[in-house]
């Protein structure tokens, strides 16, 4: 016996959010309804031939978005079709928020899901939905499975969508799209203003030390030839100036004072923190040779990174501690050196390109050694210019980092983001006509496509 087909009012009662289940008022004229009434989960799958484009779920950017599509070629398994203006959605991990709206066709990874609808705007307009924190919580909430969870395809089908008149779709569509473009725009002008701090960054750092920042207090001295640097200063020898120790090597000890032990994973930038510090027993001996002084000069020994090998931070925590053997202690008399003015000397290019060519690699680590330390060449100005430099240097690092606070500060660009969405889906972007046909109209147009 046939099934019997079910009515239109049937369908429509079926389709609509109740009440007690819409997540929140929108306009009269829009409805609450489920994403698998108003698009089609597509299903369709091939076994790909190598010519396709191909899209898994490393080619889909956590947050939304596309890298690049792969090709299809060597692939093997059955991938589900996608066509241009389907939206994608990963269904694996779904705390990740993987989707994407395409502009081509392919094939997918059957752990993506595969939405497509006649309406470029609603396919739009989905695509945006699926980066609303809520629809992310939903996802997490219904998946299924701890290591590698996911959201089934029925799970996401009964997903609440708040439907618009077809007009509005457009133009919420267009009006996101304008808004977003304008906060991608800002992201690039703030990425812009970032490289350019570190330019300036730099600017400074090679004037200071080559004396442009001071030369206006300085007495000449005529004794000194080199056109390099000012006739008042000096070329030395990083070890004519610091007494290095290179740091403890043990992880745990038997007997002796607990003492905390300063690692790579407790520097901040240029500071180090104080959280969860690790603590050894040391013996008197142990504590004498590796305990930490305020106004210490601690290098960067050993570092997976080659920029942050030899860089140099300075200690002032103050209490009794110690440090571990990716460091290398340097200890000299504060009345002939500000340490500041070895931490922004380090940073320098003058010193970052001597150090480059003594940092040796092997198996994945960067190392400098203390000899190696020891003969780079630095400028050596009178103690009553270095602080000068240094309070020069600070000066201005000050109101770039208060300019860069201030933009990041301000202009929170994702919450803005998410902002707009919220207020798209909830008819609060000034758009919605509430004369225009109510949306239940369109959606019975679209159920009875399956009528």
């Known amino acids: 016996m046939a099934k019997k087909k079910k009515t239109m009012e049937e369908l429509l009662e079926e389709a609509l959010v109740p009440e007690e289940e819409q997540p929140y008022e929108v306009p009269g004229n829009w409805v609450w309804t489920r994403i698998g009434n108003i698009f089609t989960q597509v299903k369709e799958q091939i076994k790909p031939n190598g010519t396709e484009s191909y899209i898994g779920l490393e080619q889909l950017l956590k947050g939304g978005g596309i890298t690049e599509s792969a090709s299809s070629k060597g692939i093997k398994s059955n991938k589900v079709v996608f066509k241009k203006n389907d939206v994608l959605y990963g269904k694996l991990r779904p705390y990740l928020n993987k989707h994407a709206i395409v502009n081509f066709d392919g094939v997918a990874s059957t752990d993506i899901l595969v939405y497509r609808s006649n309406s470029k705007f609603r396919n739009l307009l989905l695509n945006y939905y699926l980066g609303l924190p809520m ?8 998946s299924n499975g701890i ?16 439907l618009p008149p077809l007009n509005e779709q457009k133009r919420i569509a267009d009006k996101v799209e304008r808004l977003l473009n304008k906060i991608d725009e800002a992201k690039r002008l703030i990425e812009e203003a970032k490289e ?18 001071t030369k206006g207090g300085r007495v000449q001295n005529l004794d000194n030839d080199d056109k390099d640097i000012p006739s008042s200063w000096r070329w030395i020898k990083l070890k004519d100036v610091l007494e290095m120790q290179n740091g403890l090597s043990k992880r ?27 603590n050894i027993l040391l013996t008197d001996k142990e504590l004498e040779k590796y305990s930490l002084e305020d106004n210490d000069i601690l290098f960067i ?15 002032n925590l103050g209490g009794k501690m110690a440090f571990c053997d990716h460091l290398i202690r340097a200890r000299f008399d504060i009345r002939t050196i500000d340490p500041l ?33 020891n003969e780079l060449m630095l400028p050596l100005p009178p103690k009553q210019e270095i602080d000068i ?28 983001k998410q902002s707009i969405l919220s207020k798209a889906f909830k008819g609060q972007l000034g758009t919605n006509d509430p004369t225009e046909e109510n949306a239940i109209e369109l959606l019975k147009e679209v159920l009875q496509e399956k009528l």
Not at 135 to 142: D, I, L, P, R, T
């Open 252 to 278: 745990s000890g038997k007997a002796g004072t607990s003492v905390p032990v300063l690692r790579l994973a407790d520097i901040r930038g240029n500071e180090f923190g104080e959280n969860e510090l690790r």
């Open 341 to 373: 003015y070895i931490v922004y000397l380090f940073e320098s290019e003058l010193i970052r390109e001597q150090l480059n060519q003594k940092i040796v690699s092997s198996a994945g680590q960067n190392t400098i050694s203390q000899g190696s330390l």
């Open 389 to 416: 430099i240094v309070s020069e240097i600070q000066s201005l690092f000050e109101k770039e980092q208060m300019v860069m606070s201030l933009i990041e500060k301000e202009i929170n660009l994702d919450t803005l």
């Open 196 to 213: 350019s701090f570190e330019l300036r960054r730099a600017a400074i750092l090679d004037k200071a030390f080559r004396g442009e920042l």
């Open 147 to 162: 290591n590698l969870p996911r959201v089934s395809p029925m799970t996401m089908n009964l997903l609440p969508f708040p």
């Open 135 to 142: 629809v992310v919580s939903y996802a997490n909430e219904n």
């Open 301 to 315: 020994r050993v570092n997976g990174s080659k920029k942050s090998v030899g860089k140099a931070i300075n200690y």
